[in-house]
């Protein structure tokens, strides 16, 4: 049990992390840790004060897999005007179960989802978000070469804001991807759609200017 203070870690392999009794992560207003490799699960851990600038404000996942079960996501994000989320995850698989997300800030600026999902896969059941403050989504799903695919199964979003000066949409869930193109040359970029599975969820006063769900 305790409060323990860890920034800027680097997770390389595998790693299985699991608390007994109330254990707090302090991020120190820096990110808690990223990772590229590895298979990572952590269970029953409140991570506090992720504060870092860019691409995940608490976590950072660019590959492999990770899973959080039981753990608690409060007050991260503050008034940073970073990009990219609390949690970033970019070409991964990412798992989230019985965890509850409260107070988060992803950004004011251009700052996408408490949860930003790039060119990945998301699983997300028995979650809770409330009173979270998100220009674009809770959970913000996008692709710019593979797509994305999130499946959000039996999870309550309640009170979540995604109204800002500079705009918001989805309160609780913005999906995105890119469109097919024809550059000058000839050059044809293939399109990333992304797809979003949304099973017995709950939506309850969150507040948006696209509205709870965006597409």
Not at 169 to 184: K, L, P, V
Request: aromatic residues 10%; charged residues 10%; contains cysteine.
């Amino acid at each position: 049990e305790g409060t323990y203070t860890e920034s800027n870690l680097t997770i390389s392999d595998d790693l299985n992390i699991s608390a007994i009794g109330d254990v707090i992560w302090d991020a120190n207003g820096q990110r808690a840790f990223s990772m590229a490799t590895g298979d990572v699960s952590i269970s029953n851990i409140t991570f506090i004060n992720g504060n870092h600038t860019s691409y995940g404000h608490l976590i950072r996942i660019d590959g492999d897999s990770i899973a959080f079960e039981d753990c608690k996501f409060i007050s991260n994000g503050g008034n940073v005007t970073g990009t990219n989320g609390v949690i970033y995850v970019n070409m991964a698989n990412a798992n989230f179960t019985n965890c509850h997300f409260e107070n988060n800030t992803a950004g004011t600026g251009t700052s996408y989802g408490l949860i930003s999902l790039k060119d990945s896969i998301l699983l997300v059941d028995g979650c809770t978000f409330v009173n979270n403050y998100n220009k674009n989504g809770c959970i913000y799903v996008s692709g710019s070469s593979t797509g994305s695919i999130a499946v959000i199964n039996n999870t309550k979003f309640i009170g979540n804001n995604a109204t800002s000066a500079s705009g918001g949409s989805g309160g609780a869930i913005y999906a995105s991807g890119s469109m097919a193109y024809q550059y000058s040359n000839g050059t044809v970029r293939p399109g990333a759609q992304s797809t979003v599975y949304v099973v017995d969820c709950d939506f309850i006063d969150n507040t948006a200017y696209g509205g709870t769900y965006y597409s």
